[in-house]
């Protein structure tokens, strides 16, 4: 009885490249998990019955964010850009704060933005203004406690 040696094939480099760059975003995907977005320090409905922010008023600290919700049957906004409210001080930002806009947002939609300076943003939903869909978050020192 005659054993054949077999001869094992070797990959050429290109073969390699490949399977060393597979395992390499293998090992980094299983230690830093799939890259999801931050869960948000507070959450926002915007409503339809009646027309309105829940919760009205917020507090969070600075590097925090806040998720707006549209959990109505009709389109809503928040924005904190003065320009997009009809009347003065319903929407402004702190001095160099960067103001923020949902755009508008369809049933079942979210905005997230993260607050990256302190102080005090008022915010309008554009479309329902008039009916007081108007909201403030305040925002603290990262040192400081927040209420929520």
Known sequence: MQFRQTTTSRMSSRQRCFVITMAAATFFMMGVGWVQAEDPAAVVKMNDMPTAFEPKEITVRVG??????????????????????????DASTPPGAKSFDSGFLRPGDTYSFKFLQPGVYNYVCAPHETSGMIGKVTVLPRDQASRR
């Open 64 to 89: 925090e964010t806040v998720e707006w919700k549209n959990v109505g049957n009709s389109v809503h906004h928040a924005s904190s850009d003065p320009s997009m409210a009809m009347k003065p001080g």
